[in-house]
């Protein structure tokens, strides 16, 4: 019986944005580092405060030409080797910890070869903070008056925020202080480590002046790092374990035989299709020097190494986490709104990123040369994904993008997808060593530029009236106030007041009783005491009076005090609307404002590439031109050499013609002379034969007419080899052939048959010349010698 098999979990669909979301550009800058000594050859110049352009060493192989090329790029700021922290931090982090604080997410990392600067630019050092203390220390001064009290906001180890009220906080406050042996204790702010102690002096100290008032905050960070492709927490505490595990014995390698060994953590998926760590330790922190111990803390912790390159290189990549929480406070001012809906969470993530590195040049081994591929791979990744999201978002394909090829583009995922502001810091090392690392971190760098993401949005007002923790502190100073002028009048008036209506009554009669029978003491006195009596009374009335008078003046009083602050809050109310008009205007023209700066630098870059097209369309362009005169040029040759042909063609066919006649002609009378030389022989022959014996030669007579004749006759051109093979390669030399076969076979018979006038008319001629008795044989021997 086979089981049922188990259907899989539906996937969650992703959350579909509006297709008219707008989008920024990855926003790059570049800084580049001094040289470590004065002699050291340059290959960085920087040209203008956005231009660097790279020169080619000395000692670098020329291109197929011959010549070393330039090139330059392009960023959106350059900073030069004189450039200070601050500088570099206005311009870069301080936008993003703006952003922070309007409950924005932001990722701010470094990148760079190793040995570049990124840690120094990252972290610092004493007196020269870079960019996460200065980004801690305007976090802090700008929502330091109104943080919400500790436990107020605890983390739900899902990526949430949970809030409480002050009791549940102190309750919780309590129980984690009985629990502190187990639970990491957030270090104490008044033991500042001497390292960050003076990173940053007072004058540059900077806060945001647009922080919501009305607002409670609280800040959580959390430090891991990513070794060899696993991550780590640095601010976990592993407990300790007072019985040996059982697997020290099993050949497992042990780190610390008294702790348990730290554990990678793995990465999940909130409601919302954010990645985060689970199971990352989230302190909180209430002041900068707070933040400052945390983070020393872990940085004790990370893994750094010595190389040939580098004395401190990092091995491994850096994540610092800084996530506000905030939530509105009630009508009244007093405390948080108990509503977790209400309750906005941000981050801005601080990235050091490992240096890239070769092999052949740190002289790697061992456990050094893995964490150099694992570096070089995870950074080979996060190129890999900048390609195949600028490919998408340019040329308009859906190609999957590989974030969970690495870790850390796994966790970038919810700001190349999701929303924020993404920027990167490029370090450069302007040695000459670095130049071929440099030049690929170059084109890494125009290339992320091209990246866009999706604009935050900003999030939904609270419908309570603005200016709430404003009015109850004046409510309370008020309260406060009143409450010491009266009890300073009471303590002050009473004994004035008793003191006057002592004298205003009239004086006691002296009321000692001398004579038993005296009867006008008594009745004076009570005369006295009943005046005494009528005065108080009438006193008391007039107090009364005097009471209700002042009391219905203070009802008046108050009555218009209450129309006075109702007006005071309805014109409050009115100036926080324009407020928040004049603001969110603000905000739209700033908005325009990137709009437009965003349009023009697409502008450019359509531009740019409409003259590249055009240039590459002339080049075509002219290109086919020439192609077309190379190829008129070649039909017109072609013709000519057709005519050539066709000229040369009929100039050989008639001069193959008439050499065929001449030597037919030729032959014919070298067969007639054969003929004569046989005639004559014959003819000796028979006159020997009828003589019968020898009989004297004749004199030869003179035949200058038989040479005429015979020169007259073989009157031809000599042919020449090349015209012999043409002539024997056509149908005459089939024809003269055939003449030579029948010539051999019999001699006197073709020739007899073919010979032409001409020939007989020679031949007549030659026989009326000729003496009786003579020959040609002598003559054709002659002839063949010559």
């Known amino acids: 019986m086979q089981r049922p098999g188990k259907g899989k979990a539906p996937r969650r669909p992703a959350p579909k944005r509006s297709p008219n979301v707008e989008k920024d550009p990855v926003g790059v800058y570049c800084r580049i580092r001094p040289l470590g000594m004065d002699d050291q050859e340059c290959c960085v110049e920087m040209i203008s405060n956005t231009t660097i352009q790279l020169h080619a060493p000395d000692g670098l192989k020329a291109n197929r030409n011959g010549e070393y090329k330039e090139m330059q790029y392009s960023f959106k700021k350059v900073f030069g080797v004189n450039t200070s922290q601050v500088e570099l931090f206005e311009d870069v982090a301080k936008p993003l910890v703006e952003d922070l604080i309007h409950s924005k997410n932001g990722l701010l990392f470094t990148y760079g070869v190793t040995g570049s600067g990124k840690t120094f630019t990252m972290t610092g050092s004493p007196g020269e903070g870079g960019l996460l203390p200065r980004s801690l220390d305007m ?11 500790r436990f107020v906001f605890k983390p739900d180890d899902k990526n949430g925020m949970d809030i409480q009220d002050t009791v549940d906080a102190l309750l919780e406050r309590q129980k984690r202080d009985s629990q502190q042996p187990a639970v990491p204790k957030t270090p104490s702010r008044q033991k500042a480590d001497p390292e960050f102690a003076d990173m940053i002096s007072a004058e540059e100290a900077c806060k945001s002046d647009s922080v919501d008032e009305d607002c ?45 060994p730290p554990q990678s953590k793995l990465l999940r998926e909130d409601q919302n299709h954010n990645m985060y760590v689970a199971g ?23 893994r750094i190494a010595n190389t040939q390159l580098n004395r401190e290189s990092s091995r491994s990549h850096s994540v610092f986490t800084l996530k506000l929480a905030q939530a509105p406070l009630d009508a009244d001012g007093d405390h948080i709104l108990q509503d977790r809906n209400q309750v906005s969470v941000s981050q801005l993530c601080l990235v050091d990123l490992a240096g890239s590195e070769r092999t052949n040049r740190t002289r790697a081994e061992g456990s050094r040369l893995r964490e150099a591929g694992n570096i070089n791979q995870t950074l080979m990744t996060l190129r890999t994904c900048m390609e195949v999201l600028r490919e998408n978002q340019l040329c308009g394909t859906n190609k999957m993008v590989p974030y969970r090829d690495a870790k850390i583009t796994h966790i970038f995922k919810n700001y190349f997808d999701g929303e924020g502001k993404v920027r990167m810091v490029v370090c450069v090392n302007p040695k000459a060593d670095d130049y071929e690392e440099t030049m690929l971190v170059m084109r890494f760098a125009e290339m992320t530029q091209e990246v ?31 409450l010491e002028e009266r009890a300073a009048a009471t303590a002050v008036d009473d004994p004035l007041l008793l003191t006057q209506l002592i004298e205003s009554l009239p004086p006691l009669p002296p009321c000692t009783l001398v004579d038993p029978a005296d009867d006008q003491l008594l009745p004076n006195l009570i005369q006295v005491l009943e005046k005494r009596l009528h005065i108080r009374q009438m006193l008391t009335e007039q107090f009364n009076k005097t009471a209700n008078i002042i009391r219905s003046t203070l009802d008046q009083f108050g009555s218009q ?74 039909l017109t040759e072609r013709k000519r050499m057709q005519g050539m ?79 012999v093979f043409k002539t024997r390669g056509g149908g005459q030399a089939v024809q003269f052939t055939d003449i030579e076969t029948l010539t051999q076979e019999d001699p006197a018979g073709p020739s007899r048959k073919r010979r032409s006038g001409s020939a007989e008319s020679l031949q007549m001629d030659d026989r009326e010349n000729r003496p009786p008795g003579t020959s040609s044989f002598p003559v054709h021997q002659k002839r063949r010698k010559q």
């Open 139 to 149: 976090l802090f001064n700008s929502i330091g008056p109104f943080q919400a009290k």
């Open 216 to 260: 409670c905050y609280s800040v959580f960070v959390s430090y891991i790092e990513i070794y060899n492709n696993y991550i780590y927490d640095l601010l976990e505490e592993a407990p300790f374990d007072p019985i040996k595990p059982k697997w020290l014995d099993g050949g497992t390698p042990v780190r610390n035989k008294e702790f348990i």
């Open 280 to 302: 990352c330790t989230e302190v909180e922190v209430k002041s900068t020097e707070e933040a400052f111990e945390v983070f020393w803390k872990g940085q004790k912790k990370r």
């Open 452 to 482: 866009e993401v999706a604009r935050p949005v900003d999030r939904p007002i609270c419908v309570l009236a603005a200016g709430r923790r404003h009015r109850n502190q004046a409510y309370k100073e008020e309260l406060s106030r009143r």
């Open 561 to 634: 005090v209450n129309v006075k602050e109702a007006l005071i809050h309805s014109q409050q109310s009115r100036l926080g609307e324009k407020e928040k008009l004049i603001l969110n205007q603000k905000t739209e023209i700033e908005r325009l404002e990137k709009k437009s700066k965003t349009l023009e630098y697409k502008i450019d870059i359509l531009q740019k590439t409409t003259d590249m097209y055009e240039q590459d369309k002339r080049s075509l362009e002219q290109e086919l031109e020439t192609r077309e005169q190379c190829l008129q040029r070649e």
């Open 645 to 723: 042909v066709a000229d040369t063609k009929l100039k050989w066919e008639k001069e193959c013609v008439r050499r065929v006649n001449a030597k037919q002609l030729e032959m014919q009378n070298k067969l007639w002379v054969k003929d004569e030389k046989l005639k004559q022989l014959k003819a000796i022959v028979t006159e020997s034969n009828s003589s019968g014996g020898v009989q004297e030669r004749p004199q030869r007579p003179s035949r200058e007419k038989d040479r005429t004749a015979g020169q007259k006759r073989s009157a031809s051109p000599s042919p020449m080899p090349g015209d």
